[in-house]
């Protein structure tokens, strides 16, 4: 693996996936301008790096995965200033969450307000028990600008997403877990091993079948059902053209474990 040097996150490449750490410890990883210039410029080279099979994000320290947007960053904003300052954010998390790799927030502590949204980009959420999520934005006098207003709805159905952003309550890991807001719960000491472990059974599958569910998952959410059916058949006759299909087919049908190869 290797290390590239940001001034707010840490990338670090292992084998066949990738980590990104929320650096700002002292600032319990907060948001802002800088954050999101390094965020794009990492996600864009993770985009474009056929290595990397698979994505997770977490934050740095005990403490948080990240507590929201930079506050004092924020208040400097105004009704024009604001839209940018939303809009600019908002496509960092949709180029995240336009990624057709596997991506998974492993949610260690605090995910507020756009930390939470952070996660929400992400297709998986892991969390440790003291992770505490909530969109508190109306507490301020605003409302959730990086995607909140949207993914949480598809996320944890409409009624609970607004219960969630109109009272700016916090949920904590168990609560998260019954709505659907995490797929899993695990001890803070466990929570990235765990994680890796389910990255590491992930990239066992054919990485090629992979991305393309994911691929199909993702545009579930744009497309009506009869057009996602069509686009579902498609990408399953792209797939039935790799090698890693006849791999596949051949290790069940001659009862052996597949060497997928990712052609």
Same mark, same amino acid.
């Given at each position: ?51 990397? @099979? %698979?994505?997770? $994000?977490?934050? &740095?320290?005990?403490?948080?995965? *990240?507590?929201? =947007?930079?506050?004092?960053? !924020? ?84 009624? @609970? %997403?607004?219960? $969630?952003?109109? &009272?700016?309550?916090?949920?904590? *890991?168990?609560? =998260?877990?019954?709505?659907? !807001? ?82």
């Amino acid at each position: 693996g290797g290390k590239m040097n940001y001034e707010t996150i840490i990338f670090e490449k292992k084998a066949g996936w990738a980590l990104i750490t929320l650096n700002r410890p002292d600032k319990l990883n907060a948001l802002n301008k800088q954050m999101f210039d390094d965020l794009d410029d990492c996600f864009k080279l993770v985009q474009h790096d056929p290595e990397i @099979k %698979a994505l997770v $994000l977490t934050g &740095s320290g005990a403490k948080a995965f *990240a507590a929201g =947007a930079d506050i004092k960053e !924020l208040h400097e904003s105004d009704g024009i200033t604001g839209s940018f300052f939303s809009a600019y954010g908002s496509n960092v998390m949709k180029r995240l969450a336009q990624m057709n790799i596997p991506t998974i927030a492993a949610v260690n502590g605090f995910a507020l307000g756009g930390g939470c949204e952070l996660t929400l980009a992400c297709q998986m959420r892991f969390a440790s028990e003291n992770a505490k999520m909530g969109q508190p934005e109306v507490n301020l006098g605003i409302i959730p600008g990086y995607g909140g207003t949207q993914r949480l709805p598809r996320i944890v159905g409409k009624a @609970k %997403a607004m219960e $969630l952003i109109l &009272s700016a309550n916090m949920v904590d *890991a168990n609560e =998260a877990l019954r709505i659907g !807001l995490v797929n899993a719960v695990y001890k803070p000491e466990e929570l990235m091993a765990k994680v890796e472990e389910f990255v590491y059974l992930l990239l066992s599958k054919g990485t090629l079948a992979l991305s393309a569910a994911v691929e199909c998952v993702n545009a579930s959410e744009y497309l009506s059902e009869l057009d996602g059916l069509h686009y579902e058949s498609k990408v399953f006759g792209r797939t039935c053209g790799t090698e890693d299909f006849k791999e596949g087919t051949k290790a069940f049908l001659e009862k052996r474990k597949a060497e997928f190869k990712g052609k």
